[in-house]
């Protein structure tokens, strides 16, 4: 019987599995940590269909539920827009209101 002593495992190849046995793993402990963050935040996943979803970085949208009054005076009482800002806006809204004819809710 012939038996093979070969050379073995180089010092590259060690580096090389040690290099994606860590990356795996850490791949694995994120994915985890955030669905056990979302878990425990109560915010939805990112899988959450519908209108329930809220407003969130991950989202890149604006808030969801309410009229244009109520976010343009969030914006203002965040300091985004100044007085004149919002009483110029303000108006347009009124106005647009009132020719489309539509009533707040």
Same mark, same amino acid.
Do not use: C, K, N
């Given at each position: 019987?012939? *038996?093979? $002593?070969?050379?073995?495992?180089?010092? /590259?190849? *060690?580096?090389? +599995?040690?290099?994606?046995?860590?990356?795996? $793993?850490?791949? %694995?402990? /994120?994915? %985890?940590?955030?669905?056990?963050? *979302?878990?425990?935040?109560?915010?939805? +996943?990112?899988?959450?269909?519908?209108?329930?979803?809220? #407003?969130?970085? /991950?989202?890149?949208?604006?808030? /969801?539920?309410? #009229?244009?009054? @109520?976010?343009?005076?969030?914006?203002?009482?965040?300091?985004? %827009? #100044?007085?004149? @800002?919002?009483? @110029?806006?303000? @108006?347009?809204?009124?106005?647009?209101?009132?020719?489309?004819?539509?009533?707040?809710?």
């Amino acid at each position: 019987m012939v *038996w093979y $002593w070969g050379t073995g495992i180089h010092g /590259w190849a *060690w580096g090389l +599995g040690i290099f994606t046995s860590v990356i795996f $793993w850490g791949l %694995i402990i /994120w994915a %985890i940590a955030a669905l056990v963050g *979302w878990a425990r935040q109560g915010r939805p +996943g990112p899988a959450t269909p519908g209108p329930e979803r809220q #407003d969130g970085p /991950w989202l890149g949208q604006g808030p /969801w539920p309410g #009229d244009a009054e @109520e976010i343009l005076s969030r914006r203002f009482a965040a300091g985004e %827009i #100044d007085a004149r @800002e919002y009483r @110029e806006r303000l @108006e347009v809204l009124r106005a647009h209101r009132s020719t489309t004819g539509t009533s707040q809710p």
